[in-house]
């Protein structure tokens, strides 16, 4: 996995891309088997708990506003609006991914 800063932009784009798609198993596709997602106070373990959680998160609309990192390990600030209490919030991203490019853990936070 290159570490330049447009394979880092490159890779969190194609994540909000993936999320809005209806294809949801292009979103999907992004994570490994045992990925971790920490969101809203809670852990999901596993690709079976990620597919229970996103099947749970509202169609939203992502406004991409600050990447920074490396590709193995980036962060990302977007500003998220929908039909959601308090939309629209920031929220930042922070990616983890092994050697194939695989997202291994993803923390959202305020």
């Known amino acids: 996995m290159?570490?330049?800063m447009q394979d880092t932009r490159t890779f969190v784009e194609e994540y909000f891309a993936a999320a809005t798609d209806?294809?949801?198993?292009?979103y999907f596709a992004l994570f490994?088997?045992?990925a971790v997602?920490?969101?809203d106070g809670r852990t999901?373990?596993?690709l079976a708990a990620v597919r229970r959680w996103r099947g749970e998160v509202p169609s939203v609309r992502y406004?991409?506003?600050e990447v920074t990192g490396p590709a193995a390990a980036c962060g990302a600030v977007a500003e998220i609006s929908g039909d959601f209490p308090g939309s629209p919030v920031t929220l930042r991203f922070a990616f983890e991914r092994?050697?194939?490019g695989k997202i291994t853990t993803l923390d959202i936070e305020p």
Request: no cysteine; aromatic share 0%; hydrophobic share 15%.
């Open 44 to 46: 999901h373990r596993g």
């Open 37 to 39: 997602v920490h969101d």
């Open 2 to 4: 290159e570490n330049t």
């Open 98 to 100: 092994d050697a194939q």
């Open 63 to 65: 406004d991409l506003r």
């Open 32 to 34: 490994g088997d045992d």
């Open 22 to 26: 209806p294809d949801h198993e292009r």
